[in-house]
């Protein structure tokens, strides 16, 4: 994993994260509490994706994870960020 993705998460986001809270959190470029947190999953739970978008700004953040993330859910998963995540995990194979 590259070094630089793992500056991109804010470690307060990532405490919201872990608690379940996805949505109004703070955004590091515009400061806003606009950033909507998703997920991606790879198949056979072999990786995962968690992804922040702001909604203000537009700005997306992206770290992969080799394990399940603390509050992971299902129901976070974003059908536009499981397809990058898709091309990326299958491009490596
Ligand atoms: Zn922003």
Same mark, same amino acid.
């Given at each position: 994993m590259a070094d630089d993705n793992l500056i991109t998460i804010t470690l307060a986001n990532a405490r919201e994260i872990a608690k379940g809270?996805?949505?109004n959190l703070l955004c590091p470029?515009? %400061? #806003? #509490?606009s950033v909507e947190a998703f997920f991606s999953e790879q198949n056979l739970k072999q990786g995962y994706g968690i992804w922040l978008e702001c909604q203000r700004c537009e700005k997306v953040e992206h770290i992969s994870c080799n394990s399940e993330p603390e509050g992971?859910?299902?129901? %976070?998963?974003s059908e536009k960020f499981q397809h990058l995540d898709d091309r990326a995990w299958n491009a490596e194979k």
């Open positions: 809270h996805y949505s470029h515009c %400061r #806003q #509490q992971f859910s299902p129901l %976070r998963i």
